[in-house]
T-cell receptor, first 109, second 113 residues
Framework: GQNIDQPTEMTATEGAIVQINCTYQ??????LFWYQQHAGEAPTFLSY??LDGLEEKGRFSSFLSRSKGYSYLLLKELQMKDSASYLC??????????WGAGTKLIIKP | DVKVTQSSRYLVKRTGEKVFLECVQD?????MFWYRQDPGLGLRLIYF???????EKGDIPEGYSVSREKKERFSLILESASTNQTSMYLC????????????FGDGTRLSIL
């Protein structure tokens, strides 16, 4: 079967750095998305990785290792507004999105 | 900016009722999707559509149907609502291939009593 694993919840301190991991076992791989979802709001697109390596976008970076079936989202200089759920999703061999359950990130002052 | 609008943020219906959830996007996207989101589970795809009048079953189509008569509008229908369909329903749209990000509406929290 297809499976995406993320930690259920993480806590971090304002101003710090946090890494949210995502491991996947899917039938084929055509890229991996990260989305952010604030409570009661729509998920919004953060990043898309299809090649190995790190891609940086301001305070957020996303890393992919296809051989390990592993990705992480790195958030630097955490702000209170970063409190949200972070969703990992993989495009499988049928070009369908397989979603993880999401990681709820709590930022403390 | 892409705007995906869902007709209701909150909806309460009774068991056995026929329920319509509406979704409209304003960016001429070819692809539209309906998901449900439940605590502890990932987004689960109910139905999707790649073009007007076309529809494809997702992972959990049972008890649901869809309609896409116009490119900008994608409707989800609960034929006879049941309590296990109480959930958050999210509509999304995207252009082109699966490599393009999906743009989501704010969701409809549906309660079936």
């Amino acid at each position: 079967g297809q499976n995406i694993d993320q930690p259920t919840e993480m806590t971090a301190t304002e101003g710090a750095i946090v890494q949210i991991n995502c491991t996947y076992q899917t039938s084929g791989f055509n890229g991996l998305f990260w989305y952010q979802q604030h409570a009661g709001e729509a998920p919004t697109f953060l990043s898309y990785n299809v090649l190995d390596g790190l891609e940086e976008k301001g305070r957020f970076s996303s890393f992919l290792s296809r051989s390990k079936g592993y990705s992480y989202l790195l958030l630097k200089e955490l702000q209170m507004k970063d409190s949200a759920s972070y969703l990992c999703a993989v495009v499988d061999s049928n070009y369908q999105l397989i979603w993880g359950a999401g990681t709820k990130l709590i930022i403390k002052p | 900016d892409v705007k995906v609008t869902q007709s209701s943020r909150y909806l309460v219906k009774r068991t056995g009722e026929k329920v319509f959830l509406e979704c409209v996007q304003d960016m001429d996207h070819e692809n539209m999707f309906w998901y449900r989101q439940d605590p502890g589970l990932g987004l689960r795809l109910i139905y999707f559509s790649y073009d007007v009048k076309m529809k494809e079953k997702g992972d959990i189509p049972e008890g649901y149907s869809v309609s896409r008569e116009k490119k900008e509008r994608f409707s989800l229908i609960l034929e006879s609502a049941s309590t296990n369909q109480t959930s958050m329903y999210l509509c999304a749209s995207s252009t082109g291939t699966a490599y393009q990000p999906q743009h989501f509406g704010d969701g409809t929290r549906l309660s079936i009593l």
